[in-house]
């Protein structure tokens, strides 16, 4: 007598056994975005304020309504990224900018003003901001490229774009804008190290920073110079003269 396949202990064990669910990779967390505002209008400070504290990636740090409370406080409470005008009544917004450079620099600060002419945005540029937005844009759009700043972005609003390109354009060829050496000095410090074919923690080791503080630097260096790898930032820096 042949014995029907359903009739065997094992294969009905292997049959009415539990498939065991797929695992979950675990995602990584990501940590709040600490943003500090400096800005002395009260009413545009709680705009912004309030757009940071609605956004879920990102965590209000403190505000300050000029250059010296900013710097009292962001000693004491530093933060990932900083809204700065340049309008400020003690200093210019510049001002500040510099002061985290040399003291924060690892932080990212972002221009949000009225102001849209070149001069202001290529100043604030050179001093060190990684972004440039006009007062006008919504708070939800400020939300979203703080965001974008801290990911790698460096945001300018449209506007301004198209001016400092159009300067650029009317520019006589072969007359630079701005410096041929815009690199501060231990952004050049960091590049010809770089040159020299050290990696991100031997260039650390050497000049004795974090290695955040490194890439940091390599981050400046790339936006002034206008390119995207460490590459181009050498080949770049050797065109120019600077190295």
Do not use: C
């Not at 040159?195 to 630097?217: F, I, N, R």
Request: charged share 25%; hydrophobic share 45%; net charge negative.
């Amino acid at each position: 007598m042949t014995t029907a396949p359903d009739s065997d202990p094992a294969l009905h064990a292997a049959a009415t056994s539990p498939i065991p669910a797929p695992q979950q990779t675990a995602q990584p967390l990501l940590l709040p975005i600490a943003v500090a505002i400096v800005e002395d209008e009260p009413e545009v400070r709680l705009r912004f304020e309030d757009a940071v504290r609605a956004h879920p990636r990102l965590s209000w740090q403190f505000s300050a309504g000029n250059v010296a409370d900013a710097i009292a406080l962001s000693a004491q409470r530093p933060a990932n990224v900083y809204l700065v005008d340049l309008g400020l009544p003690d200093r210019d917004g510049r001002d500040f900018i510099r002061w985290l450079v040399q003291q924060q620099p690892e932080a990212l600060p972002m221009v949000v003003t009225v102001f849209g002419d070149d001069e202001h945005v290529l100043t604030s540029l050179e001093a060190g901001a990684m972004g440039y937005l006009l007062k006008d844009a919504p708070a939800s759009e400020i939300a979203l490229r703080i965001v974008e700043l801290h990911e790698g972005g460096s945001p300018i609003s449209p506007s301004v774009a198209r001016s400092v390109i159009r300067r650029f354009a009317k520019a006589p060829p072969g007359v630079p804008m701005v410096d041929d050496n815009p690199l501060s000095q231990r952004e050049l410090e960091v590049l010809r190290l770089i040159e020299k074919g050290m990696t991100y923690d031997e260039v650390a080791q050497v000049l004795e920073l974090s290695w955040h503080t490194v890439t940091a630097y390599l981050r400046r260096v790339y936006r002034k110079l206008q390119v995207h790898s460490r590459g181009e930032a050498v080949f770049e820096a050797r065109q120019r003269g600077i190295l």
